[in-house]
């Protein structure tokens, strides 16, 4: 599903209410700006599982990321 948006503050601010997690809002972000530079659109285009960011890193997670 894609979710269309007039500008990146309301784009930003459904974000936040979407999200669980803070991985979740960067990723989403991310995807925004992404779509915004090659489209000029903002948009999303959603599954049915929002996205998250993996740390793949053996050494513990950083205290910031928790």
């Known amino acids: ?11 930003i601010d459904w974000i936040a209410g979407y999200v669980e ?3 979740q809002f960067e ?3 991310e995807q925004l700006e992404f779509n915004f530079i ?5 948009f999303l285009d959603l599954d049915d599982q929002p996205a998250e960011v993996a740390w793949l890193d053996k050494r513990p997670t950083p205290g910031y990321l928790h």
């Open 21 to 23: 997690n803070e991985g």
């Open 27 to 29: 990723v989403l972000r």
């Open 1 to 11: 599903m894609k979710k269309y948006f007039q500008t990146r503050l309301e784009a």
């Open 38 to 42: 090659y489209t000029q659109t903002f």
